[in-house]
């Protein structure tokens, strides 16, 4: 299939996208306005414009509506404070739905606070992260379950978005993980793909998606040693997905390996978030076309697009298109 028809077929493809949302705060500042606080005689950080957008779970669901499928929604937790306001605005203004989406009471809406130079734009300050510093209420927990029940068969994709890297972990608990193998296995000709960045080996069920190195940890904790095929069939993983940055893809299946290899760009501006815009042109694809192979290379070509951007970036159809156009054969 060509990636103009599996663009079209975007449009009628919906998906939820669970896990750790939280809000990004990309904070310009300005060095020529530091003058200390009277109170203390610091100096101030004197930021002079934000712009918030979607995190973690965020920027997957950000990817997808910028590729235009029919409908994006998120499941995931966001507190009462303004933070959490910001959340939703954001997400909305980028027509994600945050319906399925819990809100708790007294919980803070997960934050990153990015300071970044106005005189040159890097980032040169420690971040500022608002953060839950326990692990997720059991009442939540029990309410982000009976959500994704309820929402399970609205959607054709379901990308689970596991990037708390807590002992305690994040949204993805092992009830939610439990939930999630349950309906997996449920659903056999539905797209269950899971990212997750330290606790790959709990899944079981789902299209398992780890970077070359998250997939090493993971087979390591659970074997004390490096074997992949091994954590697929531990797993039940009917595909295991390890992306390697400019060495492409790989999937490992009971058919056997294979690679899909990418572009090579030795300079990238801005990898973060690489990972995620792949998962979300590879998980699509996967749902479209049904082959692993077409879906690595969908997948391959999203994520260059958004290494060219500063920030986490998404990929427009129309520079899907001319970066296809372009494409090693």
Same mark, same amino acid.
């Given at each position: *299939?060509?990636?103009?028809?599996?663009?079209?077929?975007?449009?009628?493809?919906?998906?939820?996208?669970?896990?750790?949302?939280?809000?990004?705060?990309?904070?310009?500042?300005?060095?020529? &306005?530091?003058?200390?606080?009277?109170?203390?005689?610091?100096?101030?950080?004197?930021?002079?414009?934000?712009?918030?957008?979607?995190?973690?779970? @965020?920027? %997957?669901?950000?990817?997808?509506?910028?590729? =235009?499928?029919?409908?994006?929604?998120?499941?995931?937790?966001?507190?009462?404070?303004?933070?959490?306001?910001?959340?939703?605005?954001?997400?909305?203004?980028?027509? +994600?739905?945050?319906?399925?989406?819990?809100?708790?009471?007294?919980?803070?809406?997960?934050?990153?606070?990015?300071?970044?130079?106005?005189?040159?734009?890097?980032?040169?300050?420690?971040?500022?992260?608002?953060?839950?510093?326990?692990? %997720?209420?059991?009442?939540?927990?029990?309410?982000?379950?009976?959500? &994704?029940?309820?929402?399970?068969?609205?959607?054709?994709? +379901?990308?689970?978005?596991? =990037?708390?890297?807590?002992?305690?972990?994040? %949204? %993805?608990?092992?009830?939610?993980?439990?939930?999630?193998?349950?309906?997996?296995?449920?659903?056999?000709?539905?797209?269950?793909?899971?990212?997750?960045?330290?606790?790959?080996?709990?899944?079981?069920?789902?299209?398992?998606?780890?970077?070359?190195?998250?997939?090493?940890?993971?087979?390591?904790?659970?074997?004390?040693?490096?074997?992949?095929?091994? &954590?697929?069939?531990?797993?039940?993983?009917?595909? *295991?997905? *390890?992306?390697?940055?400019?060495?492409?893809?790989?999937? &490992?299946?009971?058919? @056997?390996?294979?690679?899909?290899?990418?572009?090579?760009?030795?300079?990238?501006?801005? +990898?973060?978030?690489?990972?995620?815009?792949?998962?979300?042109?590879?998980?699509?694809?996967?749902?479209?076309?049904?082959?692993?192979?077409?879906?690595?290379?969908?997948?391959?070509?999203?994520?260059? +697009?958004?290494?060219?951007?500063?920030?986490?970036?998404?990929?427009?159809?129309?520079?899907?298109?001319?970066?296809?156009?372009?494409?090693?054969?």
């Amino acid at each position: *299939m060509t990636a103009r028809e599996i663009l079209e077929n975007i449009k009628k493809t919906t998906v939820l996208v669970v896990g750790d949302i939280c809000l990004d705060r990309w904070c310009d500042y300005d060095p020529a &306005l530091a003058d200390p606080s009277r109170e203390t005689g610091i100096p101030r950080i004197a930021v002079t414009r934000t712009v918030c957008t979607p995190g973690a779970a @965020g920027t %997957v669901a950000g990817n997808l509506a910028s590729l =235009q499928a029919k409908k994006v929604a998120v499941l995931g937790l966001i507190g009462d404070d303004g933070f959490g306001f910001e959340l939703e605005k954001s997400l909305e203004e980028r027509k +994600i739905s945050p319906e399925p989406v819990v809100r708790w009471n007294g919980l803070a809406t997960f934050t990153y606070t990015k300071l970044i130079n106005k005189t040159d734009g890097v980032e040169d300050q420690p971040r500022v992260d608002f953060i839950q510093a326990e692990g %997720v209420p059991p009442d939540a927990d029990r309410a982000l379950v009976d959500r &994704l029940h309820t929402f399970w068969s609205e959607f054709d994709v +379901i990308i689970v978005s596991d =990037q708390a890297e807590t002992e305690y972990g994040g %949204v %993805v608990t092992p009830t939610m993980r439990a939930a999630l193998s349950e309906l997996a296995g449920r659903s056999p000709g539905k797209v269950v793909w899971a990212d997750s960045r330290v606790r790959a080996e709990h899944f079981r069920n789902v299209i398992l998606k780890s970077n070359r190195d998250e997939a090493e940890a993971a087979s390591t904790r659970a074997f004390g040693e490096i074997d992949f095929d091994r &954590l697929r069939e531990h797993t039940s993983s009917p595909l *295991m997905v *390890m992306t390697d940055g400019p060495n492409g893809a790989t999937g &490992l299946r009971s058919a @056997g390996k294979f690679t899909i290899p990418t572009r090579s760009n030795p300079n990238p501006i801005d +990898i973060c978030g690489a990972g995620d815009s792949f998962s979300a042109g590879a998980a699509l694809a996967l749902a479209i076309t049904g082959s692993a192979e077409e879906a690595f290379r969908f997948g391959n070509i999203v994520s260059s +697009i958004t290494i060219m951007k500063k920030g986490t970036g998404t990929s427009s159809p129309e520079e899907v298109l001319a970066a296809d156009a372009s494409w090693p054969v």
